[in-house]
């Protein structure tokens, strides 16, 4: 198990290292051109997954070897379940807004989060990987940090008899 695991681990260490080589690449040519319109950032999460292999999630506006598209900054999403209180949260890092300024659309399993605030503005779609009721939403925002919460939907069981054979 610890060989899987140090492996695993390197790997993504090695991609990881790759993407960081090229993005200073991409800061050397907004440097040369001067097109830089905004802050420029971009980075790696690294949780442990349900079934224990490292997952590793990009975010940010500059991914490697791609210019930013524009002025907006993805926020850092995380998605918490929680199978004891029935609940699914989605927590956003978005400093420098007000609450007045957040937008949160809910669609198709889709969480379209947005905020802009003089020159900070976010904007990210999350999507739902559970079943929850879309009406059950509620939202705080406090300290930079938005929280959304939705009630889980159980999944039906499949009705039916179990037939014995003689």
Do not use: C, W
């Not at 440097?31 to 999630?57: F, H, L, S, W």
């Not at 791609?66 to 400093?95: C, F, G, H, Y």
């Not at 300290?143 to 999944?155: A, D, P, R, S, T």
């Amino acid at each position: 198990m610890t060989m899987f695991f140090d492996s695993e681990f390197d790997r993504i260490f090695k991609r990881m290292s790759n993407s960081f080589f090229d993005i200073d690449d991409i800061f050397e040519e907004f440097g040369k051109t001067g097109n830089a319109t905004g802050p420029i950032y971009y980075g790696y999460t690294m949780t442990v997954g349900p079934d224990g292999k490292p997952v590793v999630r990009e975010y940010g506006n500059a991914k490697p070897g791609l210019l930013p598209s524009s002025d907006e900054r993805q926020p850092l999403v995380d998605t918490i379940v929680d199978e004891k209180e029935k609940v699914v949260k989605l927590i956003a890092e978005m400093p420098g807004v007000e609450k007045t300024d957040v937008k949160i659309v809910v669609e198709n399993k889709i969480v379209d989060l947005s905020a802009v605030h003089d020159d900070k503005k976010y904007h990210v779609k999350v999507p739902l990987k559970y079943k929850v009721d879309e009406n059950s939403a509620k939202a705080t925002y406090k300290n930079g940090i938005l929280q959304l919460v939705f009630k889980l939907i159980e999944e039906e069981k499949p009705k039916g008899k179990t037939v014995e054979v003689e």
